[in-house]
């Protein structure tokens, strides 16, 4: 999975939302509600670099990969950074980024989960 299909990928849950943010952060955010379950850095030398929230038995698993490390600032909080997607089993990293997105919808209010699921449920 490249850059441009991770992106696509993001924003294709039900109310994810993208929004770029510029200088000193300088991070392409997906949100969904007002909860981060993802985002890339945007500036060089760390230019699309991509960080999701983990469990902590994943965070021990994924840092002890190669091209996986604790996330600026937030590796206490159990996101990652994965430094090339490119490079990143296309299967796994989607599993992450599943995951994070159901923590970041979980930790929402039970009227804003409620919400989202009911597109889904007409469908």
Not at 20 to 31: A, C, F, Q, R, T
Not at 41 to 59: A, G, L, N, Q
Not at 67 to 76: D, E
Not at 104 to 117: C, I
Request: glycine share 6%.
């Amino acid at each position: 999975m490249n850059t441009q299909q991770l992106k696509r990928h993001c924003r294709q849950y039900p109310g994810a939302v993208e929004s770029l943010h510029g200088e000193p952060s300088n991070i392409l955010v997906y949100k969904v509600g007002d909860k981060t379950f993802a985002y890339f850095k945007t500036s060089e030398p760390e230019r699309w670099r991509f960080s999701v929230r983990v469990t902590p038995d994943r965070f021990l698993e994924l840092t002890d990969m190669p091209g996986v490390k604790p996330a600026r600032y937030m590796g206490r909080f159990h996101w990652v950074t994965i430094v090339d997607v490119g490079k990143f089993p296309a299967d796994y990293l989607a599993e992450l980024v599943d995951g994070s997105y159901r923590r970041a919808v979980e930790s929402l209010s039970k009227a804003r989960q409620k919400a989202l699921a009911q597109p889904s449920a007409t469908a």
